[in-house]
């Protein structure tokens, strides 16, 4: 998933404390899970597995970021619960925007996979549980594209996706750009997003195997609000856009 820290910083200013959401949120993904079918998926489970795909830190223009981007995987075949943890901070090197995702992921065909669940955001602010619907397609070889549809508890309706392409220029090193994109349906003022499309983010990364499950990379990322969104932010004086260098580590067990 993008991380859009722009988005976020521009979004804590909100100030709302988001104590005791913790508990919450463990509840409503266990709801989430039996609704789906989770059970079964992890009764039946053969496989586990942890990919962390982005544990970076973003460097330049002021205030290092840290970003997380992990999955865990429980069984195989058609039928699979993910985990999603994603997230870091603008203002600081630590871990305090995190969004939490539980989807049942079903198997579409051998290119396309169609994941439904909840999704709870741990961070200041109020309607931070959604429902969560996605779908991923393979759709060229190295070429994934995702789409995610979101409604809070609250009624709105925001929506995250992202093309990745990975190509790969020798055995252990490959060439990752990235275009990601987010709109919300309506304006939300408690959030200061506006109706449309409200951020961009472009960024490639160049990334070394160092073994079968561990790589190094670096690269740079650039990140923009855009439409009513950018208006927003720059009449409360707060940043529309920055480019940083990035520096990371990725694995999977």
Same mark, same amino acid.
């Given at each position: 998933?993008?991380?859009?820290?722009?988005?976020?910083?521009?979004?804590?200013?909100?100030?709302?404390?988001?104590?005791?959401?913790?508990?919450?949120?463990?509840?409503?993904?266990?709801?989430?899970?039996?609704?789906?079918?989770?059970?079964?998926?992890?009764?039946?489970?053969?496989?586990?597995?942890?990919?962390?795909?982005?544990?970076?830190?973003?460097?330049?223009?002021?205030?290092?970021?840290?970003?997380?981007?992990?999955?865990?995987?429980?069984?195989?075949?058609?039928?699979?619960?993910?985990?999603?943890?994603?997230?870091?901070?603008?203002?600081?090197?630590?871990?305090?925007?995190? /969004?939490?995702?539980?989807?049942?992921?079903?198997?579409?065909? /051998?290119?396309?996979?169609?994941?439904?669940?909840?999704?709870?955001?741990?961070?200041?602010?109020?309607?931070?549980?959604?429902?969560?619907?996605?779908?991923?397609?393979?759709?060229?070889?190295?070429?994934?594209?995702?789409?995610?549809?979101?409604?809070?508890?609250?009624?709105?309706?925001?929506?995250?996706?992202?093309?990745?392409?990975?190509?790969?220029?020798?055995?252990?090193?490959?060439?990752?750009?990235?275009?990601?994109?987010?709109?919300?349906?309506?304006?939300?003022?408690?959030?200061?997003?506006?109706?449309?499309?409200?951020?961009? /983010?472009?960024?490639?990364?160049?990334?070394?195997?160092?073994?079968?499950?561990?790589?190094?990379?670096?690269?740079?990322?650039?990140? !923009?609000?855009?439409?009513?969104?950018?208006?927003?932010?720059?009449?409360?004086?707060?940043?529309?856009?920055?480019? !940083?260098?990035?520096?990371?580590?990725?694995?999977?067990?």
């Amino acid at each position: 998933m993008p991380s859009h820290t722009i988005t976020s910083a521009h979004l804590a200013k909100r100030g709302v404390s988001a104590k005791g959401m913790h508990i919450r949120s463990l509840l409503q993904l266990a709801a989430a899970s039996l609704a789906f079918g989770f059970q079964p998926a992890v009764a039946a489970a053969q496989e586990v597995g942890l990919e962390v795909d982005l544990l970076e830190v973003h460097l330049g223009n002021g205030d290092d970021h840290l970003l997380l981007d992990s999955t865990l995987t429980v069984g195989g075949g058609p039928n699979q619960l993910l985990v999603k943890l994603a997230g870091g901070s603008e203002t600081r090197t630590s871990f305090d925007d995190l /969004e939490v995702q539980a989807l049942y992921a079903h198997s579409l065909s /051998e290119k396309a996979a169609l994941h439904l669940g909840a999704r709870h955001d741990v961070r200041a602010g109020s309607d931070l549980t959604h429902g969560a619907a996605g779908l991923v397609v393979e759709l060229l070889p190295g070429l994934e594209a995702e789409h995610y549809f979101y409604v809070s508890q609250d009624g709105d309706v925001t929506g995250a996706g992202q093309l990745l392409l990975g190509v790969d220029l020798t055995p252990r090193l490959a060439l990752e750009p990235r275009l990601a994109v987010s709109w919300s349906a309506q304006d939300i003022p408690a959030e200061d997003l506006g109706g449309g499309m409200t951020d961009i /983010e472009a960024s490639v990364r160049l990334r070394r195997s160092l073994g079968e499950n561990f790589n190094i990379y670096t690269g740079v990322v650039h990140e !923009r609000l855009i439409g009513t969104t950018r208006s927003i932010a720059v009449a409360a004086g707060d940043p529309s856009r920055v480019t !940083r260098a990035v520096v990371g580590v990725g694995f999977d067990f």
